[in-house]
């Protein structure tokens, strides 16, 4: 199974990002999937996440700013990321609960680099 994250990029305060994460390989079914973002000298971070059936956690930092979508049929999670802040720059990984055909375990994407300049 691989997670393949993109939409990453440069955009100024106030601007718009949209990042997709697209899992390929034996899939039977994706579970919980989520955003995480690790910007220098910090720990990595709960962005978003969501559950199967399209329940939504935000972390505090970006409620009201960030949305977290599926598309169960494409394998694909998108976080649409609108009002973005400097504190927002860092490199967003995608997290994926990854059911296949005798177990389940949790898979990474590469990152993608979001920087956000005042």
């Known amino acids: 199974v691989q997670l393949q994250a993109s939409g990453g990029g440069v955009v100024q305060a106030g601007g718009s990002l949209r990042l997709s994460c697209a899992a390929s390989?034996?899939?039977?079914?994706?579970?919980?999937a989520g955003w995480y973002r690790q910007a220098p000298g910090n720990q990595r971070e709960l962005v978003a996440s969501?559950?199967?059936?399209?329940?939504?956690n935000y972390a505090d930092s970006v409620k009201d700013r960030f949305s977290i979508s599926r598309d169960n049929a494409k394998n694909t999670v998108y976080l649409q990321m609108n009002s973005l802040k400097p504190e927002d720059t860092a490199v967003y990984y995608c997290?994926?609960?990854?059911?296949?055909?005798?177990?389940?375990?949790?898979?990474w994407g590469q990152g993608t680099q979001v920087t956000v300049s005042s």
């Open positions: 390989g034996s899939i039977s079914s994706i579970n919980t």
């Open positions: 969501i559950t199967r059936d399209g329940n939504p």
């Open positions: 997290n994926a609960n990854v059911r296949q055909l005798f177990s389940r375990k949790d898979y």
